[in-house]
């Protein structure tokens, strides 16, 4: 796809367009975040774009791009391949496969239970990294903290494929993470529906 393409043209050259969208560079592959008062650079740059451990965004190219021209995403494709003198023409794809919306709605709950988990599991790395457990990798936090994000920009198509796979390889996870959204859903559905015959019956009584 032209997007990959692009990405992969740009991965050698993300230190400039992290620089050139702004982020003033401290040292090495450390930048100050543009988004917040940053004394102490909290951006580090990775092979898949830059990330901020204060409020917790990641940046790929086209991200950066959009940033150094205040563009929309079609502008800073745009951008990217004359820069790097790529086609824009459309490639030929195939059709998507059409998928029930009960298989959809079922994935979406996947994607929310497994967010849970992997931020929950975030949370105990950063707990035993401030309590100096030397068994935490020092590149562990970073890992989960991209997965994270990852996990929040899924399509449904893309939280349907992780569903599937994750009910060949450990189906028992995969369940659990369907059951405790839906879980929540419920709850919160019941909390909506007395939180509206409180407001009602206060109209009546008013």
């Not at 230190?15 to 580090?44: M, N, Q, Y």
């Not at 391949?81 to 459309?90: D, L, N, T």
Request: aromatic share 12%.
């Amino acid at each position: 796809m032209l997007i990959e393409r692009l990405k992969a043209a740009a991965q050698a050259d993300l230190l400039a367009l992290t620089e050139e969208a702004g982020f003033p560079h401290a040292r090495g592959k450390s930048f100050h975040c543009i988004f917040h008062p940053d004394r102490t650079p909290s951006v580090w740059l990775y092979d898949d774009g830059p990330h901020c451990f204060s409020c917790r965004r990641t940046w790929d190219a086209i991200d950066l791009v959009r940033i150094r021209i205040n563009g929309s995403t079609g502008d800073a494709i745009r951008w990217l391949a004359a820069r790097y003198g790529i086609s824009e023409e459309r490639e030929h794809r195939a059709p998507r496969p059409r998928h029930s919306e009960a298989a959809l709605t079922e994935a979406d709950l996947f994607r929310l239970g497994f967010y849970w988990r992997v931020e929950r599991y975030l949370e105990l790395l950063k707990r035993l990294w401030l309590l100096d457990e030397s068994s935490i990798e020092p590149d562990a936090i970073a890992k989960v903290t991209r997965l994270l994000f990852r996990c929040e920009k899924w399509t449904p198509y893309e939280a349907l494929s992780f569903y599937r796979r994750y009910r060949k390889l450990r189906p028992e996870f995969g369940a659990a993470c369907v059951a405790e959204a839906r879980e929540f859903q419920i709850m919160l559905a019941m909390i909506i529906a007395h939180a509206r015959e409180e407001i009602t019956e206060r109209r009546i009584a008013a």
